[in-house]
């Protein structure tokens, strides 16, 4: 079980520049969700799916898209990079449901993203 | 808008001393959620807290919820250098029990000094 995984590590793009945030998870959960950390700042929801073919924005969506076409993948992509976006995103996913503690979400590695 | 709010932000303590973090939030939920952070790492999840009044403790930490008072704690007992780290709690506000469309505090920088 790989659990979470994210690519790239580390990326620097320049503004205006679009790129593709990869997230996939080999636990068969239903709910998928993206961050984004600033320094010094607890982490706030960009969007998040319920299942494939299900998504919706959370608290900070403009500037990015997701989709979720399987269960196991959850892209991020940034449209047109601005210098705000210089973060580090963290994709996550837990099986949901409230019975028997099943409800531990699990956070992959991050990416670390500059934006020149 | 829900709010979340840690405080302290920044805690120094000694080794063997005790310690309360609190996150007090703004909507009613009954699912709260602790996390571990060491620096340049990702989340580690430590407690969910499901209803009101769980309380769960894991060695020396401790987590409880009071959903009317709208606060959680987080308890350290005879703390220890291991245990430097900043901790998160996140409040749910999905509408589907268990999605976890999760609203986070700030975060408590804790250190242990020996």
């Known amino acids: 079980n790989a659990g979470v995984t994210q690519t790239p590590k580390f990326q620097v793009l320049k503004t205006g520049q679009s790129m593709t945030l990869q997230c996939a998870q080999d636990?068969?959960?239903?709910?998928m969700s993206w961050y984004r950390q600033d320094p010094g700042m607890g982490l706030r929801l960009i969007h998040y799916?319920?299942?494939?073919?299900?998504?919706d924005q959370g608290e900070v969506p403009n500037g990015y898209n997701v989709s979720r076409s399987t269960t196991e993948d959850f892209p991020l992509r940034l449209l047109s990079a601005a210098p705000s976006q210089t973060s580090v995103y963290f994709c996550?996913?837990?099986?949901?449901?409230?019975?028997?503690?099943?409800?531990?979400?699990?956070f992959g590695p991050g990416t670390r993203l500059t934006v020149l | 808008e829900l709010k979340v709010e840690q405080n302290p932000l920044f805690l120094s303590m000694q080794e063997g001393k005790n310690y309360t973090i609190y996150c007090n939030y703004s909507?009613?939920?009954?699912?709260l959620y602790w996390y571990r952070q060491d620096p340049g790492k990702s989340l580690e999840s430590l407690f969910v807290?499901?209803?009101?009044?769980a309380v769960k403790q894991e060695g020396r930490l401790m987590a409880s919820l009071d959903t009317k008072a709208r606060l959680s704690t987080l308890h350290i007992t005879a703390a220890v250098h291991d245990l430097s780290a900043t901790y998160f709690c996140?409040?749910?506000?999905?509408?589907?029990?268990?999605?976890?469309?999760?609203?986070f505090g700030q975060g408590t920088r804790l250190t242990i000094n020996p």
């Open positions: 996550a996913s837990t099986q949901g449901g409230l019975a028997g503690g099943r409800n531990e979400q699990f």
């Open positions: 636990m068969n959960h239903e709910y």
């Open positions: 799916s319920v299942g494939a073919g299900i998504t």
């Open positions: 909507t009613t939920s009954d699912r």
């Open positions: 807290l499901l209803s009101n009044g």
């Open positions: 996140a409040v749910d506000t999905s509408l589907i029990q268990g999605a976890q469309k999760l609203v």
